[in-house]
């Protein structure tokens, strides 16, 4: 390591001796070099990002702002290209019409299948982890390799068997039969979730106090939630993205100091309150990354939805990702697919940042916390709490 | 690690290196505007020709066609299958380098001829005599913009054993509304359902036809979605499927109507010419009877579906391909296609040949006469998928709520958003 960084330094400065520098002018000089070698490395990527993002994120946001119909270049203007200024985005929310009703459903139905997906796949992911990271299972490599592989088949070949078993006359409505329950029609029931709890309370139709519309939809539909189709979409990414993020929180596990949890035995915690109080908040920055992935990559699900009915039945699988794709190269309105896309990013940010400020550490001073796992108070008393019952029995 | 390089020059090397990537991404021709029609190459031409496939007997009659002319006429010409036609298509145009020749659905004509993606040719194949209502079908802006390909009609296709069982002979067929109606109540016991049809616009649509209504005038320029004959036609169907003796295919655990006439869950179903290749190949045990569609209170009424053989305005090679086309669309080639997989030809003469050939399906080209295209307005495609949404829930929605919907949309593409 040490030979490594001096080499470094050499040639950084060449010509000068590797002895120590101390004059202020050599320093400086050294890490204009220093600062040069970075960008020179750094390059390449640079460059790739660059190219194959950076500009074409850029060339998006202006086709975004066009009319192009996909003939020629974008950014010629005329008949094809024209300039519209932010028109694409005033019909995406405020002008009445099938653009903006298409595009509302379609964030409604991404809202509740987020709302589904991400709870579910943290906690079975979080429940997963915990059990094969059990000391006393036996066969722990197997199950971890079971519980990993939906993760690593591909998506579209997992759909489709889903497709199969999810059919009216698919094993799911078989088995489902067997204890006398007469399986829905999954890929065709457009129902909302929570429309079918309201009918079993006799709710029927729209009632007064969900009259109100909210861009053009009524709070009725807004509050609909997944549609029986969209249940089947929310099974599968849980099934299949919970392995990766079991994986993450076994590796969170892995790394927790074993002493604390000593400590904690020896304390006399329940496994409950051990898991509650000590295992939970130091697993904090495991529970942002995976609910954060997880958020990400739910509000860009399309696969699925490409394979499984691209938006059937009445539009409840439709998803933002899935509606601007089929804006741009279905309808030619390539502008209108870029502008969904720019508002699904400027969407995921928002949620982020929001998600950032609600799992901050509040009562960690901001030294500790970039110390790696950010200890929050409750360990910490516990474990102080352990040591000093630790020395009074010795 | 030694090198000689001195690190300045490498620094360079890497900067420039990038750079130039960089500008060879923005600068690479793909972005340059060309104006007018591209320039045509000379000599033997290299044609691509783009098709969307019903399976193999298709794609290799084209190949097999296509083939034919090249080896006539000099020219290679090459036969793509594409797996998702209209997303390679949209790719092809918007890189600048789409296929030569492609299969145009009837309703994207008007999409892809607003965008300038089409070379409009039709006056070079004027006079091969196709159909009148397909070339109705094909002009957008006051022209032919491509040679119809073939076409299917929509008829009444029956169960014969179902039927049988019944006590029905052939005197029973429906020729109107209320016979439709009484016929189907007939055939509804248990399993069975009378008429079992896919709930979307290309099936309900004849109706509206039938009650002397359609979506759109008869020039395509103004929305007439709801007339009052639409309305009654869809108050009809609803009838039916409240009834019961109507039902979508979904509600039986059918894909379409010819799935559930296969399995035998439907006595009666409105489909196309598709349908005799289809029950073949999965219910080769069925016996179908087709009927010409029962006239509705303003006469007969029925769909027409059709490809046209697209030209792209973008083609080095459009001479050739005119006449690749015009090969394509001789009466003889035609019904070869007839013979392979069961399209009907475009013009008058192969109608009429087709329906000497094949008398059991005689009706669906009897639906050629009085037929009625798919609308073609350009930017259609997202209203007619919002109205195919409506008419899957028609049962608890109002007819004429979903007319008006249909009305306002519709108008909305009419005037430019």
Not at chain 1, 6 to 31: I, L
Not at chain 1, 108 to 131: D, K, M, S, Y
Not at chain 2, 327 to 337: C, I, N
């Amino acid at each position: 390591m040490t030979t490594d960084v001096s080499a470094t330094r050499g040639r950084v400065t060449p010509g000068r001796g590797s002895g120590p520098r101390r004059g202020g002018s050599a320093r400086g000089r050294g890490r204009r070099g220093d600062a040069a070698a970075g960008w020179l490395f750094t390059a390449p990527m640079i460059a790739i990002l660059g190219v194959f993002l950076f500009i074409p994120v850029l060339m998006a946001l202006y086709v975004s702002l066009t009319s192009w119909n996909g003939n020629g270049s974008p950014f010629g203007g005329g008949e094809n290209a024209r300039f519209v200024g932010l028109d694409n985005y005033t019909a995406l929310f405020t002008e009445d019409g099938l653009t903006r009703e298409t595009f509302m459903q379609s964030l409604g139905n991404n809202f509740w299948f987020v709302l589904f997906v991400v709870p579910l796949q943290t906690a079975l992911a979080f429940f997963l982890a915990l059990i094969v990271n059990n000391r006393f299972l036996r066969g722990k490599g197997f199950f971890r390799t079971a519980f990993y592989f939906p993760s690593v088949t591909s998506s579209i070949a997992i759909s489709v068997v889903f497709i199969f078993l999810f059919a009216n006359s698919g094993a799911v409505n078989a088995v489902l039969s067997w204890f006398g329950i007469d399986g829905p029609a999954w890929f065709s029931d457009s129902r909302g979730l929570f429309h079918i709890v309201a009918g079993a309370f006799g709710v029927d139709g729209t009632p007064a106090f969900a009259q109100a519309e909210v861009f053009g939809r009524t709070l009725w539909e807004w509050f609909a939630g997944p549609s029986v189709a969209m249940c089947v979409v929310i099974f599968l990414v849980v099934w299949t993205t919970t392995g990766t993020f079991m994986l993450m929180f076994l590796a969170a596990l892995q790394d927790l100091p074993e002493e604390v949890d000593e400590a904690a035995l020896l304390d006399g915690t329940s496994g409950w309150q051990k898991l509650r109080h000590i295992t939970i908040p130091m697993l904090k920055p495991a529970f942002f990354l995976v609910t954060t992935l997880g958020l990400i990559g739910t509000w860009q699900v399309f696969d699925q939805i490409y394979v499984m009915g691209k938006g059937a039945p009445a539009n409840t699988t439709l998803t933002p990702a899935f509606l601007s794709y089929k804006q741009s190269f279905t309808s030619l309105d390539y502008g209108t697919g870029a502008a969904i896309s720019f508002v699904v990013f400027a969407l995921i940010v928002a949620i982020t940042s929001f998600q950032r400020w609600l799992l901050r550490d509040r009562d960690a001073a901001p030294r500790r916390r970039r110390r790696g796992l950010g200890l929050g108070r409750p360990v910490g008393s516990t474990t102080s709490g352990a040591a000093a019952e630790a020395g009074d029995r010795a | 690690m030694k090198s000689t390089t001195p690190r300045r020059s490498r620094a360079a090397i890497v900067c420039t290196g990038t750079l130039a990537l960089a500008l060879t991404a923005c600068g690479g021709g793909g972005f340059e505007e060309e104006a007018g029609s591209p320039q045509q190459s000379s000599g033997p031409a290299k044609l691509t020709i783009l098709i969307g496939t019903s399976g193999d007997a298709e794609t290799n009659a084209v190949k097999a066609a296509a083939d034919a002319w090249a080896k006539k006429s000099g020219n290679t010409a090459e036969v793509v299958v594409a797996s998702d036609l209209n997303q390679q298509l949209g790719q092809g145009f918007a890189g600048g380098n789409p296929p030569d020749v492609f299969y145009t659905d009837a309703s994207r004509v008007g999409d892809f001829a607003k965008a300038g993606n089409l070379y409009a040719y039709g006056d070079e194949v004027k006079d091969a005599g196709f159909l009148d209502s397909l070339v109705q079908t094909y002009t957008y802006d006051g022209k032919l913009q491509c040679a119809p390909k073939d076409f299917s009609t929509l008829g009444l296709v029956i169960n014969s054993d179902l039927w049988a069982k019944a006590g029905l002979t052939e005197a029973d067929i429906p020729k109107d509304w209320p016979s439709l109606e009484a016929t189907a109540k007939k055939l509804t016991s248990g399993n069975v359902t009378g008429l079992v049809i896919s709930g979307e616009a290309a099936r309900v649509g004849a109706f509206m036809k039938q009650a002397g209504g359609w979506i759109v005038n008869e020039d395509g320029t103004e929305m007439t979605a709801n007339s009052p004959e639409n309305v009654e036609a869809l108050t009809f169907v609803k009838k039916m499927l409240t009834d019961g003796t109507m039902k979508y295919a979904k509600e039986v655990d059918a894909g379409w109507g010819g799935e559930a006439l296969g399995k035998g869950t439907a006595a009666m179903t409105i489909e196309g010419n598709w349908i005799r290749g289809a029950l073949q190949k999965d219910f080769p045990n069925v016996k179908a009877t087709v009927a010409e569609l029962p006239a509705g209170p303003k006469g007969k009424g029925t769909l027409l579906f059709s490809n046209c053989w697209g030209i792209a305005a973008k083609s080095k090679n459009q001479a050739a391909a005119v006449d690749l086309v015009k090969s394509l669309t001789s009466t003889e080639q035609q019904m070869e296609f007839a013979k392979a997989f069961g399209v009907m030809p475009s013009t008058t003469a192969g109608v009429e040949q087709y329906a000497k050939d094949f008398p059991q399906d005689a009706a669906f080209a009897a639906g050629g006469e009085y037929g009625q295209g798919p609308v073609n307005l350009a930017g259609y495609e997202p209203v007619n998928a919002a109205f195919n949404t409506d008419l899957e829930q028609l049962k608890s929605k109002d007819p004429k709520a979903i007319l008006d919907t249909l009305q306002k949309n519709g108008e909305a593409v009419i005037q430019g958003k």
